[in-house]
């Protein structure tokens, strides 16, 4: 089904549910998650569908070709992303353990990419040396806006990564110093690009690209500044 429990066609992928007779009542002791999953078939009156987090699709004969887990797979700008593409080629970097990919919501109101990446020494990590790495290897949309290193990734009480706990990327570790600005203007496009990066410090030698932005915050920073700044 679609994002509006519609069918789609075949070869369209959508959202997996099952029902019928063998459906479970829920998850024991966990209600909010039940009412998630657990919903009212739009289709059968009376009946219950369960929303597997599973991406599938069927082909005109019938066949369902399974397409991996909804949670690591997100459109960025248009795109179909798996996250765990992003993982494999940031883990094939020097002196990287494991790494994590997860989509964010930045200041334009778009999805992007934040890559959390396990490595002995975070302070040697590079960001913009892992990003060009990155755009060799990967198309430029599924290369990650923010990279943040970290000695081991926040862990739960079940042992699994604890995905609520990692920074904020907008407040991700630095790796250069900041530069302040020396004339008005610099400060008031410095204060322009915080707010609109959501990110604090930034200085005057910081590529825009490098601390979050792209194409589509750069149509938005130009317009800002047309009209704040009369650029």
């Not at 396990?118 to 892992?130: E, K, L």
Request: glycine residues 10%.
């Amino acid at each position: 089904l679609d994002q509006h429990l519609r069918p789609v066609p075949p070869g369209i992928p959508g959202d997996l549910y099952i029902g019928g007779t063998c459906l479970a009542q829920g998850y024991l002791n966990r209600p909010a998650l039940t009412a998630e999953r657990f919903i009212d078939d739009p289709h059968r009156p009376g009946e219950r569908l369960y929303k597997t987090g599973d991406l599938a699709r069927f082909w005109d004969d019938g066949t369902m070709e399974f397409l991996g887990r909804a949670d690591f797979q997100v459109k960025i700008r248009g795109y179909r992303v798996e996250l765990g593409e992003i993982e494999a080629a940031l883990c094939k970097l020097p002196g990287l353990q494991s790494a994590l990919c997860t989509a964010y919501t930045d200041a334009s109101g778009q999805k992007s990419l934040a890559a959390y990446v396990q490595t002995a020494d975070p302070a040697g990590f590079c960001p913009a040396a892992a990003r060009r790495s990155l755009s060799v290897a990967l198309p430029a949309f599924m290369v990650p806006a923010h990279l943040i290193a970290l000695r081991g990734f926040p862990m739960s009480s079940t042992g699994k990564i604890d995905r609520k706990a990692l920074p904020c990327p907008s407040q991700a570790a630095r790796s250069q110093a900041v530069v302040e600005p020396t004339t008005p203007l610099q400060t008031q496009l410095r204060d322009l690009w915080q707010g609109l990066l959501e990110r604090n410090p930034v200085g005057i030698t910081d590529n825009f690209f490098d601390i979050g932005g792209h194409s589509l915050l750069a149509v938005v920073m130009v317009q800002q500044m047309h009209k704040r700044l009369g650029l």
